[in-house]
């Protein structure tokens, strides 16, 4: 059984440039959370998906959005990129409000 | 709104002594309580959690914590500590209830850092 995926693995974009970060959750699960983990920080709440809408949202501003598929995979987006956007994006699937299992991330470089 | 505080950003211990990582945890609804380990260049692996039944949990690889309401507390512990603990550990919080229900808020993390 695979686990969750992400892709892709690393990515270098420019300041203004648009990003897409793709998951596929476990399977068995429909709910997609995803995180924001700036270098030496824990990570932080961006969004949650289920059932193709957007269930809760972090203190994110509206830069970043996403999309469920569905087949229950989701994608983040992320407009108008600034160097703080520089993070590892951590994507994390759930069956429904349970316990949710990690992917191993995308990492974003923004110069 | 929820918060949690890990004490001490590096811990270091010998080979086979004990491990005690701290996290306090504010909650305005009743909490369910989780720690994650992330190994370098990985996602996060679940420990062990916390969810309103047995206040001690025991989790993979050795490790258990004790939930106690009165000091808000969910310290994280392993009698002995291998090599292989070595890495980065967060403590998060969810509700068990409204909004916050299903959304994870982590603490800035524990770099365990095991000598031999």
């Known amino acids: 059984d695979a686990g969750v995926t992400q892709s892709p693995t690393h990515l270098i974009k420019t300041r203004g440039q648009q990003v897409t970060l793709r998951c596929s959750p476990k399977?068995?699960?429909?709910?997609v959370s995803w995180y924001q983990q700036a270098l030496g920080q824990g990570p932080q709440f961006i969004f949650q998906y289920y059932e193709e809408e957007e269930r809760q949202r972090g203190n994110f501003p509206d830069r970043f959005s996403g999309h469920q598929f569905p087949n229950y995979s989701s994608e983040l987006n992320v407009n108008a990129l600034l160097l703080g956007d520089s993070a590892l994006y951590l994507c994390a699937s759930s069956p429904g409000y349970n316990e949710q299992f990690f992917g191993p991330g995308t990492r974003l470089t923004v110069l | 709104a929820q918060s949690v505080t890990q004490l001490g950003s590096h811990v270091s211990v010998s080979e086979g002594a004990l491990v005690l990582l701290r996290c306090n945890y504010s909650s305005s609804v009743p909490p369910y309580l989780f720690w994650y380990v992330q190994y370098p260049n990985q996602g996060l692996q679940l420990l062990l959690k916390y969810t309103s039944a047995a206040t001690l949990v025991k989790g993979i690889n050795g490790f258990e914590a004790e939930f106690k309401k009165s000091e808000t507390s969910f310290h994280l512990t392993k009698p002995s500590a291998h090599m292989s603990d070595a890495a980065e550990y967060f403590c998060a919080v969810s509700g068990a209830g409204g909004t916050s229900y299903g959304k994870l808020t982590f603490g800035q993390g524990t770099i365990l850092t095991v000598h031999p």
């Open positions: 399977s068995g699960h429909d709910t």
